[in-house]
């Protein structure tokens, strides 16, 4: 079966910590898309977006984290946007949860679609250079403890 998104390097930020999170991302909701596309039971799709909407979070705030080290002049502006997301993504979790309808998965999947890729190639490319310029080094020293700790168990 086909992924809904491609990871592909017109996604990539080049900067290989907040690039792993992104694949996490593409990865869990090509993982919601295959669930739905496959008619899973309700409670299994409702289980991934979960997981979906807790690691956008921890997401966000990594990325957060180092708009306010650097001092990022946008932040507040980036923070705006993740909030508005992360709403948006919790409605749509409220409807699936709430209605049988197949439009609806269809509309949350389109979203989250659009928002990934849209999100990272607007939003975040912008960041970049920023945090570059003032020493953010584009590659680890060592493996992230972010992918670590999700991929535990998994």
Do not use: C
Not at 14 to 43: A, R
Not at 75 to 95: A, F, M, N, P, T
Request: aromatic share 12%; net charge negative; proline share 1%.
């Amino acid at each position: 079966m086909k992924n809904l998104i491609e990871w592909t390097d017109d996604l990539s930020v080049n900067i290989q910590e907040i690039d792993e999170q992104h694949k996490i991302l593409v990865d869990l909701v090509n993982k919601l898309y295959k669930s739905i596309i496959t008619q899973t039971e309700k409670n299994t799709v409702y289980d991934v977006l979960n997981e979906l909407v807790q690691y956008t979070t921890i997401h966000f705030a990594v990325e957060e984290s180092l708009m306010r080290i650097f001092d990022y002049p946008s932040y507040e502006e980036h923070k705006k946007h993740h909030e508005k997301l992360k709403k948006q993504v919790v409605d749509l979790q409220d409807k699936i949860w709430e209605t049988t309808e197949d439009s609806i998965s269809m509309e949350l999947l389109h979203f989250l679609r659009g928002w990934l890729t849209k999100h990272i190639m607007k939003e975040d490319k912008r960041y970049v250079s920023f945090f570059l310029d003032k020493g953010l080094q584009p590659t680890w020293a060592k493996r992230s403890w972010i992918g670590k700790i999700w991929h535990f168990g998994k």
